[in-house]
């Protein structure tokens, strides 16, 4: 799931707890965000479901964060033409 947060999701949200609930102990899930957890109930509009997501996604997790400046924009900065 790549860039979770970027948009609300609203009545995907029960959708998306499921798929991560099928998911659960099952095989790998892969999330990028550039949300802390704490602000993940933004994205799902549903507290009891953001908590019980996160206690699934967080139970066998590595979370690894990452602190500096974005990948693409470092990137696009080097693609960058001459005026």
């Known amino acids: 799931l790549d860039e979770l947060g970027y948009i609300n999701l609203g009545a995907g ?5 499921q798929f991560c609930s099928e998911r659960y102990e099952r095989g790998s899930l892969i999330i990028t965000t550039n949300l802390e957890f704490g602000r993940w109930g933004e994205v ?25 400046e974005s990948y693409r924009f470092k990137q696009s900065k080097g693609n960058k033409i001459n005026d």
């Open 44 to 68: 799902f509009g549903d507290n009891a479901l953001t908590v019980a997501l996160l206690d699934r996604i967080t139970h066998h997790a590595h979370v690894i964060p990452f602190i500096g």
């Open 13 to 17: 949200s029960p959708l998306l707890f």
